[in-house]
């Protein structure tokens, strides 16, 4: 474990001090340092320039009141134990003095992380020629190796991404994205802001505020770089980016930055949210599929044993079993009633029909999560994506209220985000997704689920079948022998029924066909996007003819199975209802 000293600063709080080794992980620093599992994590770019006069009465109140201010909130809520970290450079007249000083002046509870290469630093205690002193308001502060500034920006990019990693937290707490902020900032954020595209994570910019986020902005708008600018493109082209501006006033820039990083940091933001809907959605339609398969499992169960006991009745009477006679007229009497309990208790809740409506509303959501997941033709601050997403998520769960759902309490999910097994490997359900890694991790993925499935269900299928040619098989055996095994004959009878009921509840030749419809339809529009040129496939229509495609076909499986299923739950309660009227189980 790298050593840590704790250093006292001249206003009663103390500074930790971690100098890193080559051999030392991220997961080392965030140990050694104590920094635990923080709510929020914000990234501060750039800090090698400085602020003009003009700009920095705004951009502090930006950063004491739209920044520090949101974030402490945060932090107060009620029940949370959990701390909020600021990680920036640890020197620079800029944008670390300021957040240095207006940290130290608001006492709050922001850990403001430094991150400068050892050689770079004045460490306490140990002055160096050149060196720049680390600015106040920092707790702590990493020293990593290096001999120039430059040296330590992936060291500040692995400690944030160790501040979330998902191994930092329980599996019920979800892990946040770092928020990259970008306020003016010289050649070096533009780097930052790259290293934060790669990753995945959004950026914020804040418009006139000079510098990096100003040229930015500009290329964000005119949806092209200067002068075919290669980093530049790539950041245009797989960034995610909220845009504030700041104008002549800082008050409506102050509300704005503060909403931008409660939404980020608060796990607020709009794909965060469609991802929790789904996880409820998803969580309750297993819960309700459970359900179902428990109360249609003892029906079929205790409908075979209601046969069962009466043939032994009928067998223990002509043998005049007196002790079994009385024994079982009793339990002739509570079975059925259990299976009439049962069968009241399934048409009451309906949880076959629930789960069928949650499961599909569930789904629905994950097709509008990957239509909203694709990259856009450019990198865009409008909000259109997100609205669509939106209104796609109200129409969604409107629908779903207007159905049974709407009388069983559905809790909001707060498990880790993507749910687990709602993704491919490898895919963290956040990122943006260009056309390649949209083939590989949804049609691809979904070609492999139908395959296996398809393959399970036959085999499930074929053994069903056997069994019940073995049932119909011992009831002309029992036929056959004749005398007293011809009573047995019923059971076989209950047995064949039984098989036929779970067979239809589980749609196998249904379920088979449109698999294999699915995964031929899948496999022509794989077949399709590979024989494109690549030239084609760079095209905008035909990417939205994958997208659009693949999810219609996705579609229509999901609705073709939820009106098999619709009907098959129909028939079955028509069945059981039938079963339940009196004297039918004596038929």
């Known amino acids: 474990m790298p050593n840590v000293q704790t250093h006292p600063l001249p206003d009663g709080r103390t500074l930790k001090l971690l100098q890193a080794d080559t051999g030392d992980t991220p997961a080392d620093w965030v140990g050694a340092l104590g920094l635990g599992s923080p709510l929020a994590v914000v990234l ?67 850990q403001l992380l430094g991150v400068a290469p050892a050689s770079r630093l004045a460490l306490p205690g140990m002055p160096a020629a050149g060196a720049e002193p680390a ?155 459970k359900a179902f398969t428990t109360v249609q499992g003892w029906i079929i169960v205790l409908g075979v044993m209601a046969v069962f006991l009466s043939v032994l009745h009928s067998v223990a009477s002509a043998h005049q079993w007196d002790d079994w006679v009385s024994a079982l007229r009793y339990a002739l009497i509570v079975v059925p009633i259990c299976v009439s309990t049962l069968i009241v208790t399934a048409n009451r809740y309906s949880p076959g029909k629930r789960w069928v409506l949650l499961r599909t509303a569930a789904e629905s959501l994950k097709r509008e999560i990957y239509r909203y997941r694709v990259r856009p033709r450019q990198a865009a601050v409008d909000g259109v994506r997100e609205k669509s997403l939106q209104k796609a998520m109200e129409d969604i769960t409107r629908r779903l209220a207007r159905t049974e759902v709407n009388s069983m309490g559905l809790p909001p999910y707060t498990g880790p985000l993507p749910p687990p097994g709602a993704v491919a490997r490898g895919d963290d359900g956040m990122r943006l997704l260009g056309a390649d890694r949209y083939v590989q991790l949804r049609l691809t993925n979904q070609l492999a689920f139908y395959g296996n499935r398809t393959a399970g269900l036959a085999g499930q299928s074929s053994r069903w079948q056997l069994v019940a040619i073995v049932v119909g098989a011992l009831g002309t055996l029992l036929a056959a022998l004749g005398n007293e095994w011809v009573a047995w004959i019923a059971l076989t009878s209950a047995v064949a029924s039984a098989l036929l009921a779970y067979v239809g509840y589980k749609q196998f030749d249904t379920t088979l066909t449109s698999y294999n419809q699915t995964a031929t339809d899948l496999q022509n529009l794989q077949a399709w996007w590979t024989a494109l040129l690549p030239d084609e496939q760079a095209q905008p229509e035909n990417v939205d003819k994958l997208v659009a495609t693949t999810e219609t076909v996705l579609a229509t499986e999901q609705d073709g199975w939820a009106q098999s299923m619709t009907n098959a739950l129909a028939s079955l309660r028509t069945q059981q209802d039938e079963e339940a009227k009196p004297g039918a189980a004596g038929g």
Do not use: M, Y
């Open 135 to 289: 600015v106040s308001g920092l707790s702590h502060l990493l020293a990593t190796p290096g001999t120039a500034w430059g040296d330590e920006l992936a060291a500040k990019f692995n400690l944030a991404q160790a501040l979330v990693a998902p191994g930092n937290r329980s599996e019920t707490q979800a892990a946040p994205q770092p928020l990259v902020l970008l306020i003016g900032g010289g050649a070096d954020a533009v780097t930052e802001v790259l290293l934060a595209v790669r990753r995945g994570w959004p950026v914020l910019l804040v418009e006139g505020s000079g510098g990096a986020a100003d040229a930015l902005a500009r290329q964000l708008a005119q949806g092209q770089p200067d002068g075919d600018d290669p980093v530049v493109a790539e950041i245009l082209a797989d960034g995610r980016f909220t845009r504030i501006t700041l104008g002549e006033h800082a008050a409506g820039a102050v509300e704005a930055l503060a909403r931008a990083v409660q939404r980020e940091c608060a796990c607020e933001s709009l794909l965060r949210l469609a991802w929790q809907r789904f996880g409820a959605l998803d969580r309750a339609a297993a819960q309700q599929q």
């Open 44 to 110: 501060i770019a750039g800090g090698d320039d400085a602020v003009p006069d003009t700009l920095r009465p705004r951009v502090t109140q930006l950063l004491a009141r739209g920044l520090l201010r949101t974030l402490n909130d945060l932090a107060d809520q009620p029940g949370c134990d959990a701390s909020v970290c600021c990680v920036l450079r640890a020197c620079g007249p800029g944008l670390p003095t300021l957040l240095g000083q207006a940290a130290a002046d608001s006492g709050g509870s922001v």
